[in-house]
Structure formats: C-alpha cells, structure tokens
C-alpha cells in the first residue's frame, strides 16, 4: 500500500516538473510542414474532390444561364459581371444562393476530423511527440483547410470571370473586379467561421460523425430557425404597447440587431452591397434620410466597403474567436500513447 501511494505521488510530481518545465524553441515550429501535409491530403481527399466537382457544376450552370438573360443588355449595364453572380434564372437560383449553400458545407468537410481523426487513428501521440508543439498542430490544420477552402472559392471566382469573358465578349471593369475581390475576401472569411465551428467540435467529440452531425446542426439552426427566433425575441424585449412608430422601429431595429448574430445575415448583407452597387444602407431607412440622394445611382466601391465593414469585421472576428476557443480546448485535453 505504501509502495503505491509512493508511486502515485512520483508521477504526479513528474507530471507537475513536465508541466513546468519551459519549452525549448519556438511553439510554431513545424507550422507550415503541417499546412502544406493538410492541404495535401484535402486536395486528394475523395470527399473533397467530391464537393468540389458539384460546385464547379453548378456554378458553371447557374453562371450559363444567367448569361443568357443578360446578353441582351451588354451594352446598357456598367456591372455586368455582378449581375452575373446575382441574376437568378428559373429553375436555378443565382450563383450567389448556391454559394452560400455550399460553402458551409465544404468548410465544415474540411474540418470535422481534423483533430479526432488522428486520435482514432493513433497518430496524435506520434505527432506530438516530434519536435512539434500543440500550438503549431493546431493552427496548421486550420490554416491548412483555410487555405484550401480560399484556394477552391479563388478557381471558382477565376472560373466565373473566364466563363463570362467567354460568353459575353466584354472586359470586366476595374470596379467588377475590385468589388469581386472583397466578395471573394468575404467568402473566404465566411467558410472560415463554419471551419472553425467544425475544429471546435472536432476537439470535443472523438468520433467524427457526431462532429459532423453537430456541426450540420448548428447550421440548419442559424438558416431555418435563427431568423424565427430572433422576431420572437425581438417582440419580447421591445415589445409593442401603443403602436406608435418609435415602438416598431426599435422593435424593427432589436430585430434586425439579433439576426446579424448570425453568420448567414452578415454575409447575406455583405454579397448585397458588394455586389449590388445601388444599395446604400443595409439597415432601415426612414423617408427623411432619403433626402437629396439621388436613386439608382451605384456607390463607389471604398463607400460600399465602408457599408459592409462591420458585416465583414464579424464574420473575422467570429472566425478568430471559434479557433482560440478550439485552441483552449485542445491545450487542455489529454493525449496518451
């Protein structure tokens, strides 16, 4: 008996002098070996080649037929190349719907099993015990599928662009391109957010079908739901008593406030003012702050960024905040041999 307790209070002192004892080197070392080793196995991954293929598909035939219900104004539209993204043609929707449709799903394919995958299959162990610290593993598996989901939704943009140089015979202008680029910036930003959700969850759970289910979950949550309760809870916490028009404007107000808590809102609001250039404001508009603007007449594009900065700072900033939540918890966790 006393040889055990001898024995367990060695180990925790061993345990408590590894726990103090200052690591050597850099804590990044090894980063960019584990992104270039994550995007080479997501590139040649069967899944991925899988979602990718569906999405050049349709994004190649949502953009086709939109092209053809905009030939007819080559000459009479400034912004050909956004209307292309935005123009919707029955039966397909525009490209924009479809891509907000699939990118959650392509960033949370990249993530689910990041981190529990190596635990099932033996290898977190023999990883950690190369000169490589947790913190480098961590962030390398998720710059490595951040820089796989921009590298896919870059092909794609350029692919769009090819297609309608193709089809329409004209240029894109400096504003198109310009204006695309921060759509492309947003969108990117926007998978990360689900990326980091599918970390999360991936460092909770060691099977990854359940990190998958709760990921998908949390998705259908925020498109069916989110916008249902967030009316509900906006006639509760500004509830109308007189029906004056200050009372349901604030209540217009607190609930639009709670749907930008979701990230679909704020890149739903981001693709509008990006890629529609006639939109000056994203949020309600009284008839007294229409004075002397002049309708129809599109923003330039530094004042439409200025519109979406806090769209676009949210949807950074809810990816920072789900990766360091992630981060906390993987530091915490245990690994055994």
């Known amino acids: 008996m006393a040889q055990a307790l001898s024995r367990q209070q060695s180990e925790r002192s061993v345990r408590y002098a590894a726990r103090r004892q200052t690591r050597e080197g850099s804590p990044w070392a090894g980063l960019w070996t584990v992104v ?3 995007m080479a196995d997501h590139l040649s991954s069967v899944r991925m080649v899988i979602l990718e293929v569906l999405i050049v598909l349709v994004a190649v035939g949502t953009v086709y037929v939109s092209t053809q219900a905009i030939q007819n104004r080559i000459s009479q539209d400034d912004f050909l190349y956004l209307r292309l993204m935005t123009t919707a043609n029955s039966p397909l929707p525009s490209f924009i719907s479809l891509l907000a449709f699939f990118i959650p799903l392509l960033a949370i394919a990249l993530g689910f099993d990041a981190v529990n995958g190596e635990f099932n299959r033996r290898t977190m162990s023999r990883l950690l015990a190369q000169p490589i610290y947790r913190d480098a593993l961590l962030m390398g598996k998720f710059l490595g599928g951040l820089f796989t989901l921009a590298l896919v939704c870059t092909s794609i943009w350029l692919l769009i662009l090819g297609m309608g ?8 202008g400096t504003e198109e391109v310009g204006r695309s680029l921060w759509f492309l910036l947003a969108t990117i930003f926007y998978g990360g957010i689900w990326l980091a959700l599918a970390l999360v969850f991936s460092v909770i759970f060691r099977q990854p079908a359940t990190a998958a289910l709760a990921s998908i979950a949390i998705w259908l949550f925020y498109i069916v739901f989110w916008n249902m309760i967030a009316g509900v809870l906006a006639q509760a916490l ?25 990230p679909n809102t704020l890149y739903a609001e981001a693709m509008v003012a990006l890629l529609q250039p006639e939109v000056r404001s994203l949020g309600i508009i009284l008839p007294s702050q229409m004075d002397g603007a002049i309708l129809g007449s599109p923003l330039p594009l530094m004042q439409s960024v200025l519109l979406i900065w806090p769209q676009l700072t949210g949807l950074i900033a809810g990816t920072i905040l789900l990766f360091a939540l992630a981060y906390v918890l993987f530091q915490r966790q245990e690994i055994r041999a």
Do not use: D, W
């Open 238 to 262: 500004s509830p109308i008593q007189f029906g004056f028009p200050s009372e349901i404007l604030a209540q217009a107000n607190m609930q639009l406030t709670l749907s930008r808590l979701s």
């Open 36 to 38: 270039a080793k994550e």
């Open 165 to 172: 140089v193709f089809i329409l015979g004209v240029q894109p």
